[in-house]
């Protein structure tokens, strides 16, 4: 192992004959200006350059085999079915084109739940990152019991949303619910949770930030464990405060991590989909007698199996798709943008 | 030296704590979702898909101790929207549904539109065992027997005695049903019991009001060739009924919601429509509360609301055990024990004639004679409404637009207008 001789191309320990570590390109040009040339490769030496330049792609091509399969298939076949007329039940339909899309585009439903998605998302997402990069500051410090503090942190992300939704149902219960109970008993009107549009996109952000605050958190103080403390000495021999500390040397050193959490959790929370819909009080479950709370993910449930239409159904998974896209780009760019911002200082 | 391990073997320990922590949080998560119907130990296991209270609990241990070779097991869920939902998914997707499948009345129409999907269980020996219309209900164009009944849904009124002593209301069942015999009668009494109770309504939500209304309509949403007409003077005067009596006698609660189940132990209400399997209903989510009662009389004469159907899909394997099973739960004999424990009335002919339902006694209900009582109310019923493919549907947007009007997102003609719109929706 420690002295490979020259002719062992048996390369799956990670390096080349040469001892070198493997990469693709760079040991294929080594193989090809010497060997190349002149004499023609054993069979064994030709294996291993075949080894040694398609190895590494195998090794990876699992997550796209399984990607293409779950993730690139059911995207281009939506888009087939988003241009035919295509029952839940009948099955597929004539050529459309691009109806579908028009006839989400003039429902009046769609506008509101695209609206209601926005704002639940605005008032989950935001708050849930600045508590969590907080909450990381927190745990980044000397704390008795660290570990118990970091893990019990993530506890509320392994209770699933089922349960959650059971939970807050009857925090946020119209009449009998604890805390219209408890505002009742203090002489204030109870709060309209499911009737109210506002309120009930408040009452749905809290299920999710719950959920998910811990779990950002943890990302965060992965993020800052990896600072290097010397910066933080450097900071504190030339003055610095805790807060400018902060400001100055870990939110500039957590870009990366920061960019990574916005982007998901946008694509999470404009798919939200689960919480809302427990949280509906009506049979029909499309998020409010009135969709005070229903979000484009309903929508999509509500025209694919309670309308019963996989074709505006599949159409409106299209604009949602475009529509993460958009703003997933938009937040690239403001984070990207506030970070050089703070660094500027 | 001797510090540092004890501190870090104090940390291992409460990370392994965490971890064992999360573990069991996760697999408690998870839950147990591991389906049956397999044939390992020579077996067949029978799904049969249930929601609200069908009273098949005994029935089922009943049949899984005298049988070695089929087992039946319940899948339950709360309400029929929710077993309606993962009905259509299910039938799209060609798998995953139970080997029998429970259907709601007022749906079983839309599923005989799908009767491919669902085998034929016409069988000669059993004819004569339902009641004419229920059996009706339950055939296809084609002749196809698509649904077993189980149950016919003849309402009463409930009523807690205890809030009417208290609002000088007569207590008595007989007399209570005096002041009933007609909608209008049956409004003007709401209004003398709110204005004694200011915190109790009169009925629990506008939804169940407009149902036990719509079920005395001949065509309430779709006439006889199933056409959809949802702008009919008939259905409009119930709509108006039911938004114009909201503020005053409603709870305002969504039916079957969190408010509704807890308005049954806070005093929310006093009155409700009750088809035989609501008793069940309410004895489980009044579980502890004293003074129900049910009066032999309905509103502007009977009405039927419900009563449910068991369906074999064709998807499954298992089709005929699951014929089997589901005509043995539909037999008189079993329905009979079904309805002494949930109430369910019997929709088969045999049963209606058994003493244990003519005699049968609600101890929940003040020893009501519910037997005899629901008797008379199935015998009241002059109507059955036609209700066609899309009935369940229309129902669901009907009942959303009379919401929008309870809880004051919508004046009455802004929601109705907004109900045709979502009719149209419906295709």
Request: charged fraction near 20%; proline fraction near 4%; glycine fraction near 10%.
């Amino acid at each position: 192992m420690s002295q490979p001789k020259p002719d062992d191309a048996d390369t799956r320990s990670g390096r080349d004959a040469s001892g070198l570590p493997l990469r693709g390109p760079r040991s294929t040009k080594v193989g090809s200006s010497k060997a190349g040339t002149g004499r023609s490769l054993t069979r064994r030496q030709r294996l291993s350059r075949w080894d040694a330049r398609f190895a590494p792609y195998v090794y990876i091509s699992p997550f796209f085999v399984v990607f293409a399969l779950v993730g690139l298939f059911p995207l281009v076949y939506t888009a087939w079915v988003s241009v035919h007329e295509w029952g839940l039940l009948s099955g597929k339909g004539e050529y459309v084109g691009l109806q579908n899309y028009r006839e989400v585009w003039e429902n009046p439903y769609f506008l509101k739940q695209t609206v209601n998605t926005l704002s639940i998302f605005v008032l989950s997402s935001g708050p849930q990152i600045v508590i969590a990069v907080v909450l990381a500051a927190m745990l980044d410090t000397h704390l008795r019991g660290r570990t118990f503090w970091r893990m019990s942190i993530l506890l509320p992300y392994v209770v699933s949303p089922v349960a959650v939704a059971i939970i807050f149902g009857s925090l946020y219960g119209d009449k009998y619910g604890l805390i219209n109970q408890a505002l009742n008993t203090i002489g204030i009107d109870g709060i309209g949770w499911h009737t109210n549009r506002f309120a009930s996109h408040v009452a749905i952000a809290t299920m999710v930030n719950w959920r998910w605050t811990g779990f950002n958190t943890l990302i965060f103080l992965a993020a800052m464990q990896a600072v290097p403390r010397d910066l933080y000495e450097s900071a504190e021999m030339d003055g610095a405060s805790k807060v400018r500390q902060f400001l100055s040397v870990t939110l500039p050193m957590i870009k990366p991590t920061m960019i990574f959490v916005v982007i998901t959790s946008t694509i999470g929370g404009l798919q939200i989909f689960a919480e809302p819909r427990l949280f509906d009080e009506t049979t029909a479950r499309n998020g409010g007698a009135d969709r005070q709370f229903g979000t484009i993910t309903m929508f999509i449930y509500d025209q694919g199996w309670q309308l019963r239409d996989l074709g505006r159904a599949s159409a409106t998974a299209w604009m949602l798709f475009l529509m993460i896209l958009a703003l997933a780009l938009v937040n690239l760019m403001l984070v990207r943008r506030l970070g050089r911002l703070g660094g500027s200082k | 030296m001797s510090h540092l391990t004890h501190t870090r073997s104090r940390r291992t320990g409460l990370a392994l704590a965490a971890v064992a922590a999360l573990v069991l949080g996760v697999t408690t998560a998870c839950g147990d979702d591991s389906e049956g119907g397999g044939d390992e130990d020579g077996t067949t296991t029978i799904s049969v898909a249930t929601f609200n209270e069908f009273g098949y609990e005994g029935l089922i241990d009943e049949w899984n101790e005298s049988h070695d070779d089929i087992k039946i097991k319940q899948v339950k869920v709360g309400t029929w929207d929710d077993a309606k939902a993962n009905l259509y998914t299910k039938l799209a997707a060609g798998s995953g549904l139970s080997d029998i499948e429970a259907i709601e009345g007022d749906a079983i129409a839309a599923v005989l539109a799908e009767s491919d999907a669902f085998t034929d269980l016409s069988d000669p020996a059993l004819d004569g065992r339902w009641l004419d219309f229920a059996v009706e209900r339950g055939t296809s164009q084609d002749g196809e027997l698509i649904g077993y009944a189980t149950d016919v849904g003849p309402e009463g009124i409930c009523y807690r005695a205890d809030l009417f002593e208290q609002a000088g209301l007569p207590t008595d069942r007989a007399e209570v049903a005096a002041l009933m015999g007609t909608w209008d009668d049956y409004f003007a009494t709401g209004e003398k019991f709110v204005a004694a109770m200011p915190d109790t309504a009169w009925y629990d939500s506008s939804e169940g009001l407009s149902q036990a209304m719509l079920n005395q309509v001949e065509n309430p949403f779709e006439t006889d060739d199933n056409t959809i007409d949802t702008d009919n003077p008939e259905l409009k005067a119930v709509w108006d009924t039911v938004t114009g009596n909201a503020e005053t006698l409603s709870s305002g609660n969504s039916q079957w919601g969190d408010d509704w189940t807890a308005s049954f132990q806070n005093d929310g209400f006093a009155t409700m429509a009750c088809p035989g399997w609501m008793l069940g209903v309410i004895e489980g989510n009044a579980e502890g509360v004293e003074g129900w009662d049910i009066a032999d009389v309905f509103p502007g004469g009977g009405g039927n609301w419900g009563g449910s159907y068991l369906t074999v899909p064709a998807q499954g394997d298992n089709i005929d055990a699951a014929k089997e099973v589901a005509a043995w739960l539909t037999a008189p004999e079993q329905q009979v024990k079904a309805f002494l424990d949930k109430k369910t009335f019997p929709s088969q002919v045999e049963a209606l004639s058994m003493p244990e339902v003519t005699g049968a006694v609600g101890e929940f209900f003040n020893d009501a004679p519910i037997g005899e009582i629901l008797a008379n109310r199935a015998k009241a019923v002059t109507v059955q409404p036609h209700k066609g493919p899309k009935y369940s549907d229309i129902l669901q947007a009907f009942q959303a637009g009379i919401l929008r009007v309870v809880d004051g997102s919508q004046t009455p003609d802004e929601s109705w207008d907004q109900f045709q719109t979502d009719v149209e929706a419906l295709g």
